[in-house]
């Protein structure tokens, strides 16, 4: 297994971490540390899996509660996982659609968080 390099883009006041490759439960820390660094100083946070390769239940954990810790600081943690991707279909299994919010494209994040900026 690969360790993941978790790249964060800032992109209209809000964080973007980038996930390539594998997550797991060897990398699940690393990605919490990232997201957790980069979401405070932003009022949204959006996780861009789309070119993770694989997300298991060990990977999953973390986005829930990430989700939890980001929702008490008073930023809004979104996550892109293309429809046909292992990320998404981890995530349909798990029942983690609605928490966080889940978008086919970092394009249609960008927009739903844009539209959605004052709500």
Do not use: K, W
């Amino acid at each position: 297994m690969t360790s993941a390099r978790f790249v964060i883009r800032s992109s209209a006041g809000h964080a973007e971490p980038a996930v390539p490759g594998e997550i797991d439960a060897a990398n699940t820390a690393e990605l919490h540390d990232a997201v957790s660094r980069a979401g405070p100083e932003h009022g949204v946070c959006v996780i861009d899996l789309t070119r993770a390769t694989c997300l298991d239940s060990a990977g999953i954990n973390p986005l829930f509660r990430l989700h939890r810790e980001l929702t008490r600081a008073g930023v809004r943690l979104h996550v892109v996982a293309p429809t046909g991707s292992c990320p998404r279909y981890a995530l349909n299994v798990a029942r983690a659609h609605d928490i966080p919010q889940v978008h086919d494209g970092l394009a249609a994040a960008r927009t739903y968080v844009d539209d959605h900026a004052t709500t």
